[in-house]
C-alpha cells in the first residue's frame, strides 16, 4: 500500500521522507512547479500606496516566501503600520518568523470563510486591501470584501505551471508500486491528477482514497466520482501526515 503525495516543492518532499520514516511507502509526483509571479514587481509600489491601517493578505506560503524576497532583494521592509492576514496559523507564523509583523489568522477555519468571518472584516467602507496570491485561485475574498465597501488590489506573487511528464509511464509506475491514497492540497492539483492520468486508468485515480486539505476540495472531488474523501485537519505536513497515519485505512493498522 502505497501513497502519492502531490504537493509541489520542497514541502512535498518533507512529507514522503515523513511517511517514509513511519514505514509508509509514498512516492513524489508533483504536477505544478511554483514559479515567481507576474506582477511581484509591483509589490513595493503598491505597499507604499496603502494607507496606515490596511490590509494585506497573503493566501499561502508561496505568497509569503516570493513577496518577502522582492522586498529585501530591493531592501524594502514591511510597513509596521498595516494589518496583515493569513488564512492559516502556518502561514501567519512563517510570516511573522520572516518579517517580525504581527499576523491576524482564523483559529477554528482556516480557509477564506473564516477569514471573513474575522471581526476586523465586518465593515470595510474606506479600507484598501492588498491581496498577494498566486495565479487563477479563489475570488472570493475580493468580491465579499468589494461587497463590504473596500478597494481591494491583488499582486500575483507566484504562479502554477504544469510540470512535463511521460503521464502514461508515471501513472504505470503508480499502479505498480500499490498506490492506493492519494495527497492534494489544491483544486489545481486536484484538476492536474484528473487530466494527467489516462482515460482508461480513470477508475484506478477514482477507487484511490483521496487525502485533502478543505471540504470545499473534497466536494469537488466527490462531484468528480470519488467515494472516498478524507479532509485533514489542517493543510501543514504535520497533520497531513497525522491524517493519514490515523485516519486512512489501511495506513492506520
Keep these: 500500500m502505497a501513497v502519492l503525495v502531490t504537493r509541489p ?10 511517511l517514509n520514516q513511519a514505514g509508509v511507502v509514498a512516492l513524489h509526483l508533483p ?6 509571479g507576474a506582477e511581484l514587481a509591483q509589490l513595493p509600489t503598491k505597499l507604499n500606496q496603502l494607507k496606515s491601517g490596511d490590509y494585506v493578505f497573503l493566501v499561502s506560503k508561496s505568497a509569503v516566501d516570493f513577496a518577502d524576497k522582492t522586498l529585501k532583494d530591493i531592501g524594502f521592509s514591511w510597513r509596521q503600520d498595516l494589518q496583515y492576514f493569513t488564512v492559516g496559523h502556518r502561514t501567519a507564523q512563517h ?3 520572516q518579517t517580525e509583523c504581527t499576523v491576524r489568522y482564523p483559529i477554528t477555519s482556516e480557509n477564506t470563510e473564516g477569514v471573513l468571518n474575522l471581526p476586523q472584516m465586518a465593515e470595510l467602507t474606506d479600507k484598501n486591501l492588498l491581496i498577494l496570491r498566486g495565479n487563477g485561485g479563489r475570488e472570493l475574498l475580493r468580491e465579499q470584501a468589494t461587497l463590504r465597501g473596500a478597494t481591494v488590489e491583488t499582486v500575483e506573487c507566484y504562479q502554477r505551471t504544469p510540470i512535463s511528464y511521460n503521464n ?5 509506475i503508480c499502479i505498480r508500486s500499490g ?15 484528473i487530466e494527467f492520468v489516462p482515460e482508461n486508468e480513470q477508475n484506478w485515480l477514482k477507487n484511490c482514497c483521496l487525502v485533502t486539505v478543505s471540504q470545499r476540495i473534497a466536494d469537488v472531488a466527490v462531484q468528480q466520482d470519488w467515494h472516498n474523501v478524507v479532509v485533514s485537519a489542517g493543510a501543514d505536513n504535520q ?3 497525522n491524517t493519514l497515519l490515523n485516519e486512512v485505512t489501511p495506513l492506520s493498522h
Design 31 to 36: 504536477l505544478l512547479s511554483i514559479e515567481a
Design 95 to 97: 510570516f511573522s518568523c
Design 9 to 18: 516543492d520542497e514541502r512535498g518532499k518533507a512529507l514522503v521522507d515523513q
Design 179 to 193: 498506490v492506493q491514497t492519494l495527497v492534494v492540497t489544491s483544486l489545481e492539483i486536484l484538476q492536474a491528477l
Design 239 to 241: 497533520s497531513l501526515l
Design 168 to 172: 502514461e509511464e508515471q501513472t504505470s
